[in-house]
């Protein structure tokens, strides 16, 4: 297993219960002053970090006087130093520049380790921090930071990193993992994942790591909030990525990187699970099992009903299918009337631009981001006509209780909250990555 260095930034960390199970200790100088008394015996570095001038000189007797392993210097040479003893190391804390521009700053840095983090901002990124590493020789680590970058810190060993940072309670760097989570995880970690923009609502990682604690399984489920795409495929196959669940924007677009389909992405035209089977890239749509779970347990009866479904995406899409496999008759409306009318034409659907009258229908859908936090808190649609006769399923789920829902209840309606929906296509989701079934309620009991 890669080695694991616990990074010091405050004094209150080296109380950490873990810090005894850690190969390295990394005290940072310019954070804590000097180097606390009374550590334990464990190998460590000093890291100079931000400091300038004077400063460093004086960091670096420190370091050299109370028995440091290594002097992180930074760029700049330390005159007098021994660079035997010194890791060089290059932090860039906006973006991550190409494969051959990593190699290059690797190529202008020396000493007994060199070291390099990068601000990561795409899955482009982490390709080429993947890339140049299997070009540069010698004892180096190389890190992706930020929150898409944690996965470079779990997947260090295939980095060939001399060892990676964790903290033992406040985080010194954008991405870093507590040491417990690296140490529980391990090497062999199974990587999964959510795809979108934006993620901040997300329970997902909360479900996932549920699941993966009560099947035993050594893994990590991460945010993957992009701007784009670009390289999905390479990004999945080189970090050995497992599975990864998607979200809006992508469901559509994340179609172009697959190698194959399931007969459910196929027949919905939109995915929201990507399976990595022996390199090869398998899209699933388990939105439409996740429907139907939601709607069965709230007692719907599809057969003659007539459901109104509000949005023209991916989810929206996912809704037509369930209903209509099971025998409902569907009206589809939306903002957008293009997307609308493309939507209705592909699953045979009624549309409707404006409706002003919701007596016509049994169960309405709400398959927009409207109320989701970082939203609109706007209902999608007039709700004067909504009473006790109708069923109203929101797909938003954070908050629990959107205006929509609230609304509706206040006029008798029966309410269905997206987050059954949820945890049923994260189960669903689970078991194509694991071959684990997991109850329902191991999913629900973490969701606060």
């Not at 099947?215 to 080189?238: A, N, T």
């Not at 990507?274 to 699933?284: A, F, P, Q, R, W």
């Not at 659907?349 to 109320?371: R, S, W």
Request: proline share 4%; aromatic share 6%.
């Amino acid at each position: 297993m890669t080695r694991l260095c616990l990074s010091i930034g405050r004094i209150e960390d080296l109380k950490s219960p873990s810090i005894e199970s850690a190969d390295l200790l990394e005290i940072r100088l310019d954070r804590l002053g000097k180097v606390p008394e009374d550590l334990p015996d464990i190998p460590f570095i000093v890291t100079l970090g931000d400091l300038k001038g004077e400063d460093r000189n004086i960091a670096v007797i420190e370091g050299d006087r109370t028995g440091a392993s290594l002097i992180d210097i930074g760029e700049e040479i330390v005159p007098g130093i021994d660079m035997e003893k010194t890791i060089m190391s290059h932090h860039d804390w906006d973006f991550t520049p190409d494969a051959e521009a990593i190699c290059g700053i690797f190529n202008s840095l020396s000493g007994a380790i060199r070291k390099a983090a990068f601000m990561v901002n795409s899955f482009t990124d982490l390709v080429s921090i993947m890339e140049a590493s299997r070009k540069i020789n010698g004892r180096r680590v190389l890190i992706g930071m930020g929150e898409l970058g944690a996965v470079t810190r779990i997947r260090s060993d295939m980095l060939s990193n001399e060892f990676t940072f964790a903290h033992g309670g406040s985080a010194t760097a954008p991405g870093q993992l507590h040491l417990n989570d690296m140490q529980e995880i391990g090497d062999d970690a199974m990587i999964l994942g959510v795809i979108g923009r934006p993620l901040g609502h997300s329970l997902s990682p909360e479900l996932h790591r549920a699941a993966l604690k009560s099947v035993g399984i050594g893994g990590k489920y991460l945010r993957f909030d992009v701007p784009q795409l670009d390289d999905l495929g390479p990004f999945i196959r080189s970090y050995d990525v497992r599975g990864l669940n998607v979200t809006i924007p992508y469901k559509v677009e994340a179609l172009d990187h697959m190698d194959s389909l399931d007969s459910s992405a196929s027949a919905v035209g939109a995915l929201n699970t990507i399976s990595n089977e022996g390199g090869k890239l398998v899209g699933y749509n388990t939105d439409v099992l996740g429907i139907k779970q939601a709607l069965l347990q709230s007692g719907y009866g599809f057969v003659g009903g007539h459901a109104l479904v509000i949005g023209a995406g991916g989810a929206a899409m996912a809704c037509c299918q369930a209903l209509i496999s099971e025998g409902s008759s569907v009206t589809v409306t939306a903002r957008s009337e293009e997307k609308a009318r493309i939507l209705s034409d592909r699953f045979g659907t009624e549309f409707m631009k404006h409706v002003d009258d919701l007596q016509p229908f049994d169960l309405i859908v709400n398959c927009t981001p409207l109320g989701m936090e970082g939203f609109p808190a706007d209902s999608p649609i007039d709700t004067s006509t909504l009473n006790d006769s109708h069923t109203v399923f929101d797909m938003v789920y954070r908050p629990r209780e959107t205006p929509f829902i609230v609304e509706a209840a206040s006029r008798g309606a029966l309410t269905i909250e997206g987050i059954e929906m949820l945890v049923h296509q994260a189960r669903a989701s689970f078991r194509i990555w694991t071959g684990h079934y997991v109850e329902a309620d191991v999913m629900r009991e973490v969701i606060v």
